[in-house]
């Protein structure tokens, strides 16, 4: 595709359910970012996959929170036993190299716990 | 590790006057990359402009420019001729210069920018 795909776009789910977010990245990307973005709030990183690096999950906020990279390519955020407090928009960038390179975001995907 | 520092959470501007947006940051590395990204409403995210470290020259784009002062460790965003198709949250981010899990993007909490008609 032209840029990056995120989906759902809307999610409403119940407190304790699990969740699944995708990200697909631009063709080529190596690198691939997920962060939240609390209500007209700044970015809070998440998660950093590159290439065949280690990813850096230092900004998970608890282990209800996981995400993997398949193939270097797509990767899905999960979230265990909502809470409420994990409503936000989450969003999804990719960067064909990491380093000084460009990061394209998706739209993003709001979650809503109720 | 790296921080990066807005403290406006919000400016005004009448249209076709200019702004200036600041920011701060933190770090022990000698080269690094410095960007401005804006998100309108729409919530897409769009890179404004990109600085090198290395580079002295400071970057333009357009209506936007940014004043790099290294030692100080200042990178503000310059928009000139505002128009009300800026009004957006504008964020700075920094990231190192090397691949692999240390090369991620760090953000700023965001300034928004109202453009009055």
């Known amino acids: 595709g032209a840029g990056v795909s995120q989906s759902p776009s809307n999610k409403v789910t119940e407190k304790g359910k699990d969740v699944e977010l995708r990200c697909d990245p631009i063709s080529g990307h190596t690198a691939l970012y997920w962060y939240r973005q609390s209500l007209g709030q700044g970015l809070e990183f998440l998660i950093y996959?590159?290439?065949?690096?280690?990813?850096?999950k230092s900004g998970l906020p608890s282990d209800r929170f996981s995400a993997e990279r398949t193939g270097g390519s797509v990767s899905t955020l999960t979230i265990q036993r909502t809470q409420q407090e994990d409503s936000a928009v989450y969003l999804c960038?990719?960067?064909?190299?990491?380093?000084?390179?460009?990061?394209?975001f998706g739209q993003g995907t709001r979650l809503t716990v109720v | 590790a790296q921080t990066v520092t807005q403290s406006q959470p919000e400016m005004s501007v009448q249209e076709a006057e200019t702004v200036t947006l600041s920011c701060t940051y933190d770090t022990s590395e000698s080269n690094y990359y410095l960007f401005w990204y804006k998100q309108p409403p729409s919530r897409q995210m769009i890179l404004v402009i990109r600085?090198?470290?290395?580079?002295?020259q400071n970057a333009t784009e357009n209506r936007f420019s940014v004043n790099f002062q290294k030692a100080a460790k200042s990178f503000s965003l310059k928009i000139s001729d505002s128009q009300l198709g800026d009004t957006a949250m504008y964020f700075c981010?920094?990231?190192?210069?090397?691949?692999?899990?240390?090369?991620?993007?760090?953000f700023g909490k965001g300034i928004t920018l109202s453009v009055r008609p």
């Open positions: 960038a990719s960067s064909p190299q990491g380093a000084g390179t460009e990061a394209f």
């Open positions: 996959f590159q290439g065949n690096s280690a990813p850096d």
């Open positions: 600085q090198e470290a290395y580079k002295q």
């Open positions: 981010a920094f990231m190192s210069p090397f691949t692999g899990a240390n090369s991620k993007l760090t």
